[in-house]
């Protein structure tokens, strides 16, 4: 092939190379510009990789060097300065940076919209960026701020924004102008000299004996480092998050027990390189008939996924003991059984890690959501004293509870261990969705009951939940179906029962909402049910029932700050006014507490008046708990926000656990205000604050919070305390005259409302995810095996399809959270799914029971 002469970002290029390299993999590879990202490996679907090429968008990834001749191509980093702080400060502002992998993509797909004459409507809009994916914001405020930059386009510039940064103001997200423009770098951004790259061989059978694995073909090739094996692991290869059951490996002799098990490390100079070699080890199997139903595995008769052990993990119960009573006394019963399905999280940024020797360790660079989890596995993994092992948290792009489990982290640093060298392990989009732990499908046999006044009375339910090859946490998620099983509402007898379930399917882990989902959409149902066997309201019955101060869960908690009424409340008008529309309520724990110990540490340097450093170990994935860190240390003691960071590094020392559901808000808040006090303390007397900060230059102030008095559901307690807080919810789904979402209601009580913009960010992103839920997003498996591999197969709503959402914040203080908070990383899709179904029942007079939904 000749020389392709081309221009990139106002500079002149010729390139030389194979004319089959896309200008993806040359941006990335060859020039270190890595504002356009890999999210779809080569599919074109999700436009992580926009770029513009002769004035018009197009997919890097799709776009063949051979191509470009004569072109002239623009990336974020070579756009005109005024746009590029315009665009980003907009973006900031308004709130359109969650997790920030899709957000260059998005900023070069509406270059566009600034060169036409007329301004584009809101509607123009949309469709504009709907080939781009987004799993974050629901788009809504990417929408807004696009919108917002239109309208100030022809201004010389947009200043940085600042906004009040005191607690219950729209503060920007920390980092948000770099995370839009793509100027943050991302795990795979990062590059060290010389570093190699890993690619893991996966099995090809969810349960076979392995009975040799060659790596000789693939060892030959010019530039192979290594191919590393189960043999090569120098500590115990078995890890996991609760139970030790999850091999970093599988050797020969052994059985494979999921598609996800890795059986070789290829290392190389290159990752296509690695890949080429990787597709040359030779394995031989002996198949086995896998076990991949949930009926399949309880059977007397079934095959043990893991010899000599049960298929039931575990079996958590609660029963009344006026159960059967309460059901024969009843006016009205109804009785279901309900399935939902396994889903892919779908978070862009797929699954990476880059570890290199230290001392007499590892350095670790991860994106998972616990990087002192991390450490204690990879320590155990490499037969390492932990403190030998230093986890530094790079924010990811999107987790949703997928990067709890350790991924490539621990083949990352084994290779980088034993070659000595830095090493990078990143997956493609196919071998991520082969790889993490997906939603549990749960399977519901449920009964309800009411009386003559529509009173809920007692409530049945038998579920199985599919946790797959490997325990994860699937255990707590099928403990949340129990505990959530009585929904949003006081009833009195129950007779629950949940249990967790081994297949040979990819594992189910931890998925935004965490198992109540599912159980939510079964009794949303059955109230719905009961309103048409009564004649009830459906509004009515709900706020009748609903919990409120005082009131018992399930599990005996005894509640408080509960504002789940002035949810419905808010929702009330708008559901009466609806033609056709579906309500359903939520509620969901904070994630700190059932039986277990939480804590949180924060460390805070003064490092003079113009840096402070925040050190904790909790991981931002498009949450904001940097944000809220700063937001805090501010609200206490005055310190300027713009001279804080943030950094998440296992070198401090200050252990913390995975986060999720809110955790961080709850536990990292109270630290930082336990260390706070210590500071406003000697920050006390005359004079500008800066001067005094000044004074305190090289203070180190240690912050922590306990959380220990809870216990497990079902344990033994004369007044349990199951979880450290709750939040609420009430939700409206409406239709349009054709039966399509128009539009969502959600009402939200999340106690202090920390941050509005983020606040209102995280309900639209989950009303998505809900919505997608409910209607399209699935990842069927046969014979343990996805039928698709692709992005664009797993049903991830785009923009043109987002209905409009209202979000409405309802504030009533918990008495534990930090300044009464309660967070809102869950709850907000908890009922979306169940109003989704039961505007569609009222629609169609005909009601489904299986998600998604299938439309009549």
Not at 202 to 219: E, Q
Request: some cysteine; overall charge negative.
């Amino acid at each position: 092939m000749g020389m392709i002469h081309f221009q990139l970002n106002g500079d002149d290029y010729v390139y030389r190379g194979a004319g089959g390299t896309t200008l993806l993999g040359w941006l990335r590879n060859e020039r270190r510009i890595t504002s356009p990202k890999d999210g779809c490996s080569g599919e074109g679907s999700c436009g992580a990789c926009t770029v513009e090429i002769n004035g018009h968008a197009r997919l890097a990834c799709r776009t063949k060097m051979e191509g470009l001749n004569g072109a002239v191509i623009l990336t974020t980093e070579g756009l005109p300065a005024d746009f590029r702080q315009l665009i980003a400060s907009l973006f900031a502002a308004h709130g359109a940076v969650q997790c920030g992998f899709c957000s260059p993509g998005f900023i070069m797909r509406s270059r566009k919209l600034f060169k036409q004459a007329k301004r584009p409507s809101r509607e123009e809009i949309v469709r504009a960026i709907s080939p781009n994916l987004c799993r974050c914001t629901g788009y809504i405020k990417i929408v807004d701020a696009i919108e917002a930059a239109l309208g100030a386009a022809d201004k010389t510039g947009a200043e940085q924004p600042h906004g009040e940064a005191r607690i219950g103001k729209p503060y920007p997200k920390y980092q948000a102008m770099e995370t839009a423009l793509g100027d943050r770098p991302f795990v795979d951004d990062l590059h060290v000299d010389g570093m190699l790259y890993g690619v893991p061989c996966f099995s090809r059978h969810p349960r076979a004996v392995i009975r040799s694995v060659d790596t000789s073909k693939a060892m030959a090739m010019d530039g192979v480092k290594a191919v590393l094996t189960a043999g090569d692991i120098p500590g115990d290869k078995v890890i996991g998050l609760i139970q030790q059951d999850w091999p970093l490996m599988i050797g020969v002799g052994e059985v494979t027990h999921c598609i996800s098990d890795v059986l070789a490390l290829v290392v190389a100079e290159h990752e296509a390189l690695a890949r080429e070699a990787a597709s040359l080890v030779e394995v031989d199997y002996e198949v086995l008939e896998p076990v991949t139903s949930m009926q399949q595995a309880i059977e007397v008769d079934s095959p043990e996924v893991h010899p000599g052990r049960s298929n039931i993990l575990e079996v958590c119960s609660i029963r009344s003991k006026d159960v059967d009573q309460a059901f024969r006394q009843a006016a009205h019963k109804v009785t279901g059984v309900y399935r939902t399905q396994h889903v892919e999280h779908g978070f862009l940024e797929t699954e990476c890690a880059l570890a290199m020797p230290e001392g007499n360790g590892i350095r670790l660079y991860s994106q998972g959501q616990g990087v002192y989890v991390d450490r204690r596995q990879i320590a155990r993994l490499l037969d390492l004293p932990q403190e030998e092992v230093k986890v530094v948290q790079v924010a990811n792009g999107g987790a949703f509870g997928g990067k709890e489990d350790l991924s490539v982290q621990g083949h990352a640093a084994l290779a980088a261990w034993l070659l000595n060298r830095a090493v990078k392990v990143h997956l493609d989009r196919a071998e991520s969705i082969r790889m993490h732990p997906k939603r549990h499908p749960v399977e519901m046999e449920i009964s309800l009951a009411c009386n003559q006044a529509g009173k809920l009375t007692a409530l049945r339910l038998r579920a199985l939940g599919d946790t797959g090859a490997y325990a994860s946490v699937g255990t707590k998620v099928m403990e949340r179906v129990v505990g959530h099983a009585t929904g949003a509402y006081a009833i009195g007898a129950v007779d629950i029962e949940a249990r967790t379930i081994h297949t040979n399917n990819i594992a189910s882990g931890a998925m935004r909402g965490f198992g109540v989902p599912q159980v939510v959409f079964a009794i949303e149902s059955c109230i719905d049910q009961l309103c048409q066997a009564g004649g009830f309201d459906r509004w009515q019955i709900r706020y009748d029932n609903a919990l409120s101060d005082g009131a018992r869960t399930a599990t005996g908690q005894a509640l408080e700050g509960v504002g789940l009424r002035q949810c419905l409340l808010a929702v009330k008008e708008e559901f009466r006014q609806a033609r056709y529309a579906g309500i359903a309520c939520g509620i969901k724990n904070s994630g700190v507490g059932n039986g277990m110990t939480d804590e949180s540490q924060v460390k805070i340097v003064i490092n003079g008046a113009g840096k402070v450093r925040i050190h904790h170990g909790w991981t931002e994935m498009g949450q904001g708990i940097h944000t809220m860190a700063i937001q805090t240390l501010h609200q206490e003691t005055g310190i300027d926000p713009s001279v804080i960071e943030v950094v998440v590094d296992t070198a401090e020392e200050i252990p913390t656990g995975m986060t999720t559901s809110s955790r961080g808000t709850a536990l990292l808040g109270n630290a930082i205000i336990d260390a706070a006090k210590k500071i406003r303390k000697d920050l006390e007397g005359p004079g500008e604050l800066n001067l005094r900060l000044e004074k305190l230059t090289g203070r180190e102030y240690v912050g922590s919070y306990v959380c220990d008095w809870t216990c497990k559901p079902g344990e033994e307690a004369d007044d349990p305390k199951i979880h450290f807080a709750y939040g609420y919810a009430a939700q409206v789904a409406i239709l349009n005259e054709e039966g399509a979402i128009c539009r969502v209601v959600a009402a939200h009580d999340a106690g202090k409302i920390m941050n509005p913009t983020l606040f209102e960010g995280q309900v639209q992103g989950a009303v998505h995810m809900g919505i997608g839920y409910a209607l399209s997003e699935e990842l069927p498996m046969k014979d343990g095996v996805p039928e698709s591999f692709r992005l664009k197969d797993m049903g991830i709503l785009r923009a043109n399809a987002m209905p409009e959402v209202k979000v409405i914040g309802v504030e009533q203080s918990d008495p534990h959270g930090p300044y009464g908070a309660k967070g809102i990383g869950e709850i907000g899709m908890v009922p979306t799914a169940a109003a989704v179904a039961n505007a569609f029942a009222a629609y169609e007079g005909t009601r489904s029971t299986r998600l998604p939904l299938k439309r009549g």
